[in-house]
């Protein structure tokens, strides 16, 4: 079978009384395959809330320390609002390259194209570090179970892990290439068996910091953990608000999806919302359970313990070997033998997060060469599963290809990468909120609702991640960021970072050579009214 042309012939109308020149253009993907609850998993299953706990809690922790809870609430905050942007542009204009086209259509073609860049970077990124992730949790689930150290440690030999981790990928870009109808069903799965053991955790860790078992170091609860004006300084606030924002991120792959989501114009904005209140529920509960647990001290199970704290629930599963905080967590907590639920969790949460992972980065490649912002060989859809097939498979390639010459060359390149990714985060998210207001800027006083929602929101939004951006730009100077490398004094986070962005400038370019009708405005155009949209 050949694959679809998703660009449409001149003419041709989509969806609505928009012109497919100068407007939104119809792809070909699979429509109807998601309905309102298959979207939030989607944005959940993305955002992997208990890879995000694993990677993050020890480190939020040792940054503010009982205020935590507060900090997650911050970070919350920017992404919610942020979420009513996408919500209103979707509604007016559901399209799957979502940032990409939406700012395009506020602010032009170069800044469209770069926000698509930024998404598309950022994917990749954290693409490489799940399938590292979901393979250590691999052979470490499998030690586990096998009573074997011998096994566990076949992860230190670089030859079996990069193996393993790419053949984690093709199984990932193999199931994303059939369509969502089978990224859904395994989903549904893997997302509830992340919740439900979450929920045991809590439970368990709630319990046993009540019965003292844990009195040198478990804690009361207390309101005042909630207040995020009562950190200590605000540099651990700020630094502590980028962990924070960075555990939110993922959830617009419901946006990303709408073009194969029921009701395209409204359903994806109503599952993001959905996703964002499940996991900052989910934060909350575990990050308070575990500090009433543990405490959030330096030494032995605290949560701050610099031994474990890059990963809580690993290290909580065997406080002698694990540095890990999560894994140390498990067995005093939930036990021996439920203790191996929270690495399955663990691992169930990084292999559904990088299967998920493709969506949106596969769209919005598709989107971009639909609008001739990349090459047309993109823009071709699988006749059969309805899905962006060389798109697919090219993102599951990039990731492979970059993990292992990043694992070869240098694993502290590959860290600083990954702390690199908050500046790819905030950097699109942002130019998303302002192309918001810009957009609707002539609707804004047409009632309180859409000065809120369209306007007040998506700004303040857009400001508080552009202050992220900026003040997280400024550390990365530091060459002590990240892994504490360096190139020629910088910080190699800062050279990382923003020559990913760099980059991105100088393919834009090349694009602009080879294909200008879209950086001349000719394709998809500011001037184009939204979709027409019935209520």
């Known amino acids: 079978m050949t694959e679809l042309d998703a660009r449409p012939q001149a003419g041709d109308t989509v969806r609505g009384s928009a012109p497919a020149d100068g407007g939104v253009r119809e792809k070909g993907l699979g429509g109807n395959s998601v309905g309102l609850m298959g979207s939030a998993v989607l944005g959940i299953s993305t955002v992997a809330p208990v890879y995000c706990l694993t990677s993050t809690l020890g480190s939020t922790a040792g940054e503010v320390g009982v205020r935590m809870p507060a900090v997650f609430l911050a970070g919350f905050l920017p992404m919610l609002l942020v979420a009513f ?47 590292g992730v979901a393979t250590s949790y691999f052979w470490l689930l499998a030690g586990e179970i096998s009573g074997s150290d011998a096994v566990a440690a076949l992860d230190d030999s670089k030859p079996v892990h990069i193996l393993t981790c790419l053949l984690l990928i093709a199984a990932a870009t193999a199931v994303s290439y059939r369509g969502m109808t089978a990224t859904k069903g395994i989903q549904y799965t893997l997302v509830a068996l992340q919740l439900v053991v979450l929920a045991v955790f809590v439970a368990m860790a709630v319990r046993k910091a009540g019965s003292g078992e844990f009195a040198a170091t478990s804690l009361d609860f207390s309101w005042s953990w909630l207040n995020p004006f009562a950190v200590q300084s605000f540099a651990a606030f700020t630094a502590g608000l980028s962990l924070s924002i960075f555990m939110f991120w993922g959830w617009d792959t419901c946006l990303t999806a709408n073009e194969e989501t029921t009701g395209s114009d409204r359903t994806p904005g109503r599952a993001a919302l959905i996703a964002m209140v499940v996991l900052v529920g989910s934060y909350l509960a575990t990050g308070i359970a575990a500090q009433m647990a543990v405490g959030t001290g330096d030494s032995g199970l605290g949560l701050a313990n610099p031994d474990t704290s890059d990963n809580v629930f690993a290290a909580l599963a065997n406080p002698d070997t694990s540095d890990n905080v999560f894994a140390a967590l498990a067995g005093p907590v939930m036990g021996p033998g439920l203790g191996v639920l929270l690495f399955l969790a663990v691992l169930a949460s990084a292999a559904a997060s990088l299967q998920t992972t493709f969506i949106p980065v596969a769209r919005t490649v598709l989107a971009m060469a639909a609008y001739e912002a990349l090459p047309a060989s993109y823009a071709r859809v699988h006749p059969r599963f309805r899905t962006p097939g060389r798109a697919t498979v090219v993102a599951g390639v990039a990731t492979g290809v970059f993990y292992t010459v990043m694992t070869l060359v240098s694993e502290h390149v590959l860290v600083d990468t990954i702390y690199a990714l908050g500046l790819m985060i905030c950097f699109y998210y942002a130019l998303t909120a302002f192309a918001c207001a810009w957009y609707f800027r002539t609707e804004l006083t047409r009632s309180a609702r859409d000065l809120v929602f369209k306007g007040l929101f998506p700004v303040v939004g857009g400001v508080l991640l552009t202050a992220v951006f900026g003040k997280t730009l400024y550390d990365m100077w530091d060459p002590a960021y990240g892994s504490g490398s360096s190139v020629f004094g910088v910080g190699s986070v800062f050279v990382i970072g923003v020559g990913l962005l760099l980059l991105g400038v100088v393919l834009m370019e090349a694009m602009r050579r080879r294909g200008p009708a879209f950086f001349r405005g000719e394709v998809l155009t500011k001037e184009t009214p939204a979709l027409v949209v019935s209520d």
Do not use: H, Q
């Open 85 to 131: 942007a996408y919500r209103e542009l979707n509604k007016a204009v559901p399209d799957c390259g979502t940032s990409f086209t939406w700012t395009v259509k506020a602010f032009g073609p170069r800044l469209g194209w770069m926000c698509g860049w930024g998404l598309v970077i950022a994917t990749i990124i954290v693409l490489s570090n799940l399938a």
